[in-house]
């Protein structure tokens, strides 16, 4: 696609629930970001792929976080018993290379855990 | 870990006027870019700095990359009512091996233009 597109863009979900937010980069992109932006914050790093590899997790808050891009593309975000501190909005960035720093972002999720 | 200090929180202004705000840093950054959010989007890539006393300009921004690597401002000049949002510095440093683009980011600063 043209962009980095983000689904959903909303989500409820009841504290406990599993919940699973889902980030399609822009085509070709080596490296993939996930960064977390809490209410009136900047977005704070949470994890990094190149391609499939996981090279960088240590922004995941818990082990209630996990991430994964099995096939170097699509990435999935999963939130396990979610808490209302996770409450906040998930952005995914991609960029060309690794050494390339000018990262694309896409809209966003914003949870809300009630 | 490395904090980005980015100021003015928030600023009000009149269009036409000029703006500016600066980050800064207790840390070496080898690059500095700089981002505006509009409500309800992700943030969007305004500039890019990578050499120290780098003078950018994408239109009517302007932004620096400060000699001593730990400090960059963004000037917007006759602002427009489209200038509205939140505008964030962010800082990659390449250290411990993050040569990958990960990026810090200051606390934004939000503008508003009365027209």
């Known amino acids: 696609g043209a962009g980095v597109s983000q689904s959903p863009r909303y989500k409820v979900a009841k504290r406990g629930q599993d919940v699973a937010l889902r980030c399609d980069p822009i085509?070709?992109?080596?490296?993939l970001f996930w960064y977390q932006q809490a209410l009136g914050q900047g977005p704070e790093f949470l994890t990094y792929?190149?391609?499939?590899?996981?090279?960088?997790k240590s922004g995941l808050p818990s082990d209630r976080f996990f991430a994964e891009r099995p096939e170097g593309s699509v990435s999935t975000l999963k939130i396990q018993r979610t808490q209302q501190e996770d409450s906040a909005v998930y952005l995914c960035?991609?960029?060309?290379?690794?050494?390339?720093?000018?990262?694309?972002f896409g809209q966003g999720t914003r949870l809300t855990v009630v | 870990g490395q904090q980005l200090n980015q100021s003015p929180q928030s600023m009000f202004i009149q269009e036409g006027e000029d703006v500016s705000m600066n980050c800064t840093s207790s840390?070496?950054?080898?690059?500095w870019l700089w981002y505006k959010q509009d409500p309800g989007e992700g943030p969007v890539l305004l500039i890019a700095?990578?050499?120290?006393?780098e003078l950018t300009s994408n239109g009517r921004l302007t932004a620096q990359f400060g000699i001593t690597r730990k400090d960059s401002f963004l000037n917007i000049s006759a602002s427009i009512p489209s200038d509205v949002g939140i505008y964030f510095c962010?800082?990659?440093?390449?250290?411990?091996?993050?040569?990958?683009?990960?990026?810090?980011f200051g606390q934004g600063t939000i503008l508003t233009v009365h027209p």
């Open positions: 840390s070496i950054f080898n690059t």
């Open positions: 960035a991609s960029s060309l290379h690794r050494l390339n720093t000018e990262a694309f």
């Open positions: 962010a800082g990659q440093s390449g250290a411990g091996g993050t040569s990958y683009g990960k990026l810090t």
């Open positions: 085509s070709g992109h080596v490296s």
């Open positions: 792929f190149q391609n499939e590899a996981q090279l960088d």
């Open positions: 700095l990578y050499k120290a006393g």
